[in-house]
Structure formats: structure tokens, C-alpha cells
């Protein structure tokens, strides 16, 4: 993983945060942080369960 934070890590964790208040659960399901980054690091194209719902408050915050 980079260690070189952006604007593009902010709007992530903003929509992860988000994403679980709106659906009561973690948009990526992992037993431990180890497990959760392994699941970062191999997936070229990371998508929840709920793509909708995470397009949908990507919009919101586009227009904040």
C-alpha cells in the first residue's frame, strides 16, 4: 500500500463512513485489519455489495 495520502483517500474514507451509516454494515467484510488490507492490495477493481448506494453518495458529495 502507497503511503502517499490525497484528497482521493479523504473522499474514501468519507464514503466508507457514509456507506455504513446509511446501510448498518461495512462495505468490505473482513476478519482482521490484516485481512482487509490483503483484500485492498489483490482487487484491481474494489466494488461493495451495494454499488448503488455508494454512487449515490459519491454524487451527494459532489455537489457539497
Known sequence: MSMH????SDLWSVATVIYQCLTGR???IASTPQQLRQLYERSAQLQPRYITIVIIV????KFL
Not at 495520502?5 to 482521493?8: F, I
Open 5 to 8: 495520502y490525497d484528497a482521493k
Open 26 to 28: 461495512a462495505p468490505f
Open 58 to 61: 459519491i454524487t451527494i458529495i
